[in-house]
């Protein structure tokens, strides 16, 4: 079993729509969880950053974590043509960093 | 100023040659990373040095050997190039190496073999 399970996709939504992207994971030590952008030929770009389960909001962005099913999602509102990218999760706790293989997002105008 | 900084952008070079790669952040950052990406969007993480000691080496062939002249310097030199190193390969950095410490990444190099 994969440290961390993420859809890769891709998924395609029209403009204004709500995005929902998860990754699960087995491991219970992950304490830290992330969710990066990345552009086509860009790096990976931080988005998020939450400590143990709960939410946190910026801006169209929430970041939800329930430790307790090991699930992490990433909530998109209003979604907009510049949110086209890929979208990796990553989590870290006893000494070990996992990225997730990323999930591919088109938002069509 | 770009925060963490990745030369070159692109390398295509021949099966055989030995080429570098070099990384350079800004930020501060006691710790630096190099991964490999593959077609597939994976992130591996290669080696991570803190303080210029080498603090994670993956299971990575000899060919690689990254070298850090200072905290702020993190270069890669490849032997022997084959056509499985074909990746984008990036630099990334952190505040330290305490875990859960978010990483800020370059823009990565897209190494080609012929």
Known sequence: ????????????????????????????AFQYFMWYRQYSRKGPELLMY????????????????DKSSKYISLFIRDSQPSDSATYLCAMSGGNQ????TGTSLTVIP | DTAVSQT??????????????????????????????????????????????????E?????????SPDKAHLNLHINSLELGDSAVYFCASSQ????????????????SIL
């Open chain 2, 8 to 57: 070159p952008k692109y390398l295509v070079t021949q099966m055989g040659n030995d080429k570098s790669i070099k990384c350079e952040q800004n930020l501060g950052h006691d710790t630096m990373y190099w991964y490999k990406q593959d077609s597939k969007k994976f992130l591996k993480i290669m080696f991570s040095y803190n303080n210029k000691e080498l603090i994670i080496n």
């Open chain 2, 96 to 111: 330290d190496a305490i875990e859960g410490q978010p990483q800020h990444f370059g823009d990565g190099t897209r190494l």
């Open chain 1, 1 to 28: 079993q994969k440290e961390v399970e993420q859809d890769p996709g891709p998924l395609s939504v029209p403009e204004g729509a709500i995005v929902s992207l998860n990754c699960t994971y087995s491991n219970s």
């Open chain 1, 97 to 100: 960093f996992y990225f997730g």
């Open chain 2, 59 to 67: 299971t990575v062939p000899n060919r690689f050997s990254p070298k």
């Open chain 1, 50 to 65: 939450t400590y143990s389960s709960g939410n946190k909001e910026d801006g169209r962005f929430t970041a939800q974590v």
